[in-house]
């Protein structure tokens, strides 16, 4: 088992500053909820390449989804687009992403942001392990995020 | 007062420009990646750009690089995840004149651009 860098707690403070500061809403630690993945699967990922290199994904609910996306529009749940919640979701994973590159050895990049959708796939990423994991509630919606480390010569 | 806002989130592109909007700055005009932002500051009548770092094609830091080519004066202000200090003096030397870091507060943008700039 390699040395993890990231705490939960680290984790944590990133993620409620990201949903207090864009979308004014208080998060909660789900103790030791498992996240149960809804139909719409959605799960956004940035991945971090340098001196460390891994994968931080974020796993929220549809419902969850639509909510923040309304927020951060401004416009009404039932006026969004697909596409709205997709690239929503997409930049509260890069915002996480480029919290979490701030905690560990660098130089390293950032890439894009992608979305998948539904929860007939399988991510592999070869030679990482779970580094953290942190299962939260917002707006009584469960999520989590995960971050994925790779072996670096930082170890 | 216009001021071009290149962001590749549509997301992103909303929030910064109401926050603009509540700033008094009302003559944003978008771009989607770094290629579109070059193209739209050779339109012409630009005084204030703000960019995203990561974007498809031509990245934040190198649209900043080209129109910085272009113009010596126009203020540049560079709205990212990336905080790290060398990613800051990577912009600064690319000819960014200073950093806002996501997630932002409009008070926050307000004083990135005072700095600068005051809406018309």
């Known amino acids: 088992m390699q040395a993890t860098l990231i705490s939960q707690e680290q984790l944590y403070e990133l993620v409620e500053t990201i949903w207090g500061s864009m979308l004014s809403l208080p998060v909660a630690p789900a103790g030791g909820d498992f996240f149960v993945r809804d139909a719409a699967g959605l799960t956004a990922s940035v991945q971090i ?8 994904l974020l796993l929220p609910t549809e419902s969850f989804a ?57 991510l592999r990423m070869p030679k ?17 995020v995960r971050v994925l480390e790779g072996a670096t010569a930082a170890h | 007062m216009k001021v071009l806002l290149a962001d590749d989130s549509a997301t992103m592109r909303t929030i910064i420009r109401r926050s603009l909007e509540a700033l008094g700055f009302t003559g944003t005009v978008e771009a989607a990646d770094g290629v579109q932002a ?7 009548g630009v005084d204030l750009v703000l960019t995203d770092w990561n974007m498809p094609g031509k990245t934040g830091l190198e649209a900043a690089r080209d129109i910085r080519a272009l113009d010596k004066n126009v203020p ?12 800051v003096l990577e912009a600064i ?28």
Request: charged share 20%; hydrophobic share 40%.
């Open chain 2, 76 to 87: 540049i202000v560079m709205i990212t995840t990336e905080a790290e200090k060398a990613r």
């Open chain 2, 38 to 44: 070059v193209e739209r500051f050779k339109e012409g």
């Open chain 2, 93 to 120: 030397q690319a000819g960014v004149s200073d950093y806002l870091v996501k997630p932002f507060t409009t008070e926050a943008l307000q004083k990135k651009l005072e700095r600068f700039v005051q809406p018309a």
């Open chain 1, 49 to 56: 390449t340098g001196a460390w290199h891994g994968c931080v």
């Open chain 1, 128 to 144: 990482t392990h779970l580094a953290a994991q942190l299962a939260f509630t917002c707006d009584s919606q469960p999520m989590e």
């Open chain 1, 66 to 122: 639509r909510r923040a996306t309304a927020i951060m529009l401004d416009q009404p749940e039932a006026e969004l687009q697909q596409v709205d919640l997709l690239d929503a979701v997409a930049e509260l994973c890069n915002m996480i992403g480029g919290g979490v590159k701030s905690l560990v050895p660098g130089p390293s990049t950032l890439s894009l942001p992608s979305v998948m959708q539904g929860t007939q796939f399988a």
